[in-house]
């Protein structure tokens, strides 16, 4: 059931499709929306303007597949400017994540470690998964120590091929932590800047191969020696 809660006067329009959110919470939701807009526009040194954003909010994943065809808990459309999510009691993908894939469209698509670690890389908070099943909110950075810990961890090398990505990590579970953490490091040790020079000089499944040169020339280092320098960084064995 579709149900306009909100149009916008601000930029940010909200769409619920039956998913919960009371009219006492649509300000704050729309005042969370800007704040990270701002921190995204900020850290990124974005000039252009920001287009007119929609918010679709779906219950659960079935029911934002069933609407959508995207079983991912998070997509956008940046030629729309719209964001789809699923937003529950316990899933709530309206943080800066999806923002940031639609406000970097200027910067074409990256491989999936960049593309997801810069996106990421706004986000605080892993919102992970215990071996019980239940939820747990850690950084990133706590996330790698313990895949490291409990020997779940997957070479950033092996992750860095977009055809293994998906393949190496169905649920992107670790894979994404794990992308947030390396690309935050790289931004600490090589600048924001030089950071998105690389991200869009390779698309996603760049067509030349795994963009490992690509990634040396730019940062003057090889993605293996990255991966060893991250993981002593972290202070990990
Ligand atoms: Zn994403």
């Not at 910067?107 to 239940?134: I, P, Q, R, T």
Request: hydrophobic share 35%; glycine share 8%.
């Amino acid at each position: 059931m579709k149900k306009i809660l909100d149009t916008d006067k601000t930029g940010v329009s909200i769409i619920a499709f039956g998913a919960y959110l009371p009219d006492s919470h649509i300000e704050e939701f729309r005042q969370r929306a800007n704040s990270n807009i701002r921190r995204i526009v900020g850290g990124l040194m974005l000039t252009d303007a920001i287009p007119s954003i929609t918010y679709h909010l779906y219950p659960d994943v079935e029911t934002k597949l069933a609407e959508t065809g995207e079983d991912a808990n998070g997509h956008v459309d940046r030629e729309t400017g719209d964001i789809f999510i699923v937003y529950n009691g316990t899933v709530k993908c309206d943080g800066p994540h999806e923002l940031v894939h639609l406000l970097t469209k200027h910067l074409g698509y990256s491989n999936l470690v960049l593309g997801e670690g810069l996106a990421e890389y706004f986000e605080e908070n892993w919102n992970g998964e215990e071996s019980d099943g239940s939820r747990l909110r850690l950084p990133h950075d706590d996330w790698v120590r313990r895949f490291i810990a409990d020997g779940s961890y997957i070479p950033i090398c092996a992750l860095f091929d977009d055809n293994e990505f998906w393949e190496l990590d169905e649920e992107g579970m670790v894979s994404y932590p794990e992308s947030a953490s390396f690309f935050r490091y790289l931004v600490v040790t090589y600048g924001m800047e030089r950071m998105l020079n690389l991200y869009s000089s390779f698309g996603r499944r760049a067509p030349e191969g795994v963009p490992y040169e690509r990634f040396e020339e730019h940062l003057g280092i090889s993605v293996e020696q990255a991966e060893i320098d991250w993981l002593n960084f972290l202070h990990c064995p």
